[in-house]
């Protein structure tokens, strides 16, 4: 008998899937439910619900505390402007976490927001003030960097407050200016102004200074205060030394060039291409001289032509620093260029956290919405902190795999539970940051 030898093949035939916007009781952020847990550790609605008193009347369907706390929400879920927050309100889990019989509208958000006003972005910023001190303090830190910097916030449009100024990316266009510290051995936020987009960086920076060392435990007695050429000023200088700090300012004078041209520079013995000085120098503003230091690298080597001959020639880039610490320029060159880290963490707090993207015409407003995605940012970072390589994570690499997860809600007479999908990739990690959460909201 012959053996049948026709071969088989394999047939691709896809199957016709239907859609229809009937599902209910369904989440595309289920990692918020244990974020709420540990938020809950802190009685957070319960004081911004007694900071911000809502007056009931027959129409009144939201507090202003849960407002608020659905704009810490959508921070975390990445969710910004007005409309689509409201949309995020009416997410299952959204609704259940913040008590809610219906999701917000965009402009009872904007309405009542403008309502709390000018005094209720102070009462906002005093309030987070101690969150901050709270934390400052459970860190049992005696030493800290502290890196202070300005970042330009773009607006399209006539926002209240929005002005032209200093915009390195787009000039002439409308912006806000606001002034940021960050405390860079916890990467969190210490302080931070929302000001005009027509602020200098400096503006207000003895001030804002001030409040920083009011934020400050007593525990914490060396303070290292490092910014860029925007803070070359002899006022704030005075401060610092009055405060007993140490600091570390890149040099910003319109001469610099010609005056580091005059200056008698020393090649480095193992780094041929590296020459430093040092030298005093005073301002017309200053009380007294300090000592500026510069390094001069050589960036690359040009022909040129001289006398009918062609030689190269070295083309220098410097960098010049006031400090008063007892380093020469090259330590404080590589000292100076750790700062960049804190660059990116503003980042984190704009692009992933959003603050500044949400905005009304209203300044006031604006504000409370920058101190609410800040404060967020750092809500995130702690809450991070219990597992190293979490916490070295990026605010958004955290929220793709913990946050945005879909997950559908299932309510029994006595309990509210969310059914995730059973093979998640990441479902142990998940599982293992969810009980870091819980334990540390004991």
């Given amino acids: 008998m012959k053996k049948n030898t026709t071969k088989k093949t394999s047939i691709f035939k896809s199957k016709n899937v239907k859609s229809s916007f009937t599902g209910t009781k369904l989440t595309k952020h289920a990692g918020l439910s244990p974020i709420m847990k540990y938020i809950d550790n802190f009685d957070l609605g319960q004081d911004l619900n007694e900071l911000f008193p809502t007056t009931v009347y027959n129409s009144t369907k939201f507090s202003n505390a849960q407002i608020l706390m659905a704009l810490i929400l959508a921070s975390f879920s990445g969710v910004n402007r007005l409309i689509k927050i409201a949309t995020f309100t009416f ?34 910023q005093e309030f987070l003030f101690d969150h901050t001190r709270t934390w400052l303090k459970n860190s049992s830190l005696e030493k800290i960097t502290l890196d202070v910097d300005s970042t330009v916030q773009l607006v399209c449009g006539n926002q209240q407050g929005a002005a032209k100024g200093f915009n390195p990316k787009k000039r002439g266009a409308k912006s806000y200016h606001p002034l940021i510290a960050f405390l860079s051995e916890k990467k969190l936020v210490l302080n931070s102004w929302f000001r005009t987009g027509s602020a200098y960086t400096s503006n207000g920076i003895c001030e804002f200074i001030k409040q920083c060392v009011a934020l400050l435990p007593p525990t914490i007695n060396d303070v290292f205060f490092r910014a860029d050429s925007g803070f070359f000023n002899g006022v704030l200088f005075d401060l ?66 001289f006398m009918g001959s062609k030689q190269f020639v070295p083309v220098y880039e410097y960098a010049c620093y006031c400090s008063n610490l007892d380093l020469d320029a090259y330590q404080l060159h590589e000292i100076y260029k750790q700062r960049s880290t804190s660059e990116t963490w503003i980042e984190q707090v704009k692009s992933q956290l959003l603050a500044g993207a949400t905005l009304t015409d209203n300044f006031h407003a604006n504000d409370i919405l920058w101190q609410l995605n800040v404060f967020a940012y750092n809500l995130s970072v702690m809450m991070r902190s219990h597992v190293k390589k979490i916490w070295q994570q990026e605010h958004a690499t955290f929220r793709d795999w913990f946050i945005n997860l879909p997950a559908k809600i299932v309510e029994g007479s006595r309990f509210t539970q969310m059914k995730i999908y059973k093979n998640y990739y990441f479902k142990d990690k998940w599982k293992k940051f969810e009980t870091s959460l819980l334990l540390n909201t004991q």
């Fill in 91 to 124: 997410d299952s889990l959204v609704m259940v976490l913040l008590g809610l019989d219906t999701g917000l509208n965009k402009d009872v958000i904007g309405v009542r927001l403008k309502a709390l006003g000018q005094s209720g972005a102070i009462k906002l």
């Fill in 240 to 305: 610092l030394e009055e405060l007993g700090w140490t600091y570390l300012v890149k040099v910003k004078l319109k001469n610099l060039k010609t005056l580091l041209g005059s200056q008698i520079w020393h090649v480095l013995e193992n780094e041929p291409h590296i020459a430093i000085c040092e030298f005093d120098y005073k301002a017309k503003s200053w009380k007294k001289s300090r000592k500026l230091r510069a390094i001069r690298t050589i960036k690359k080597w040009e022909e040129v032509e």
